[in-house]
């Protein structure tokens, strides 16, 4: 059983719940995070969510996204994570973090304070095929096309795609070893 941080709107610890029980009804907020991974041509990898997952499966998902545990911070959780669900390690900067909550159909919820982090990656993948059906890298201006028509990602991948915006891309990945 995963064990989840509970959490209020300030990011304060409140609690701990499983994975199951924070995603029930509504949901019961919790920490997350996702991570935009870029190659050196400055394409963003994107995976597609396996069939095995409750909440939004088979609809397209940043490089990688899960929860934060006890004991972890935004960034150890998504070192943590990376090579779990794509086969490798790279260096991850925090950008932001953000608050959200939504409903998929009627099996559950998301309900997460979210951190971002960002790297830049050249390697080899070898994602998790209980985590991830597919994956591509995908110009940014092919991914604003796709993400305004289609309805196939998740909404943290629109939400944070659309906070990220906001910050001068090439610069930023200029800062990334």
């Known amino acids: 059983m995963e064990t989840l941080v509970v959490v209020d709107e300030n990011d304060q610890v409140i609690g701990y719940e499983s994975r199951e029980k924070c995603h029930e009804g509504s949901g019961i907020r919790h920490r997350a995070f996702v991570v935009f991974i870029f190659n050196s041509k400055n394409e963003l990898l994107i995976a597609k969510r396996s ?28 070192e943590r ?39 830049k990656y050249d390697g080899e993948v070898k994602p998790n095929p209980k985590e991830v059906a597919e994956w591509k890298f995908i110009n940014l201006k092919e991914l604003e096309e796709e993400i305004t028509n ?20 090439e610069n930023l990945l200029e800062t990334l070893p």
């Open 150 to 169: 289609e309805d196939r990602y998740t909404p943290w991948f629109r939400i944070a795609f659309e906070k990220l915006k906001k910050y001068n891309l």
């Open 81 to 119: 994570r990376l090579p779990q669900e794509l086969g490798f390690k790279c260096n991850l900067k925090y950008l932001f973090k953000f608050v959200y909550q939504a409903p998929y159909k009627d099996v559950g919820s998301e309900n997460e304070v979210c951190a971002v982090l960002i790297g």
């Open 51 to 78: 069939e095995f997952k409750k909440l939004w499966p088979n609809y397209w998902d940043l490089s990688c996204a899960s929860h934060v545990y006890p004991n972890e911070d935004y960034k150890s959780a998504a």
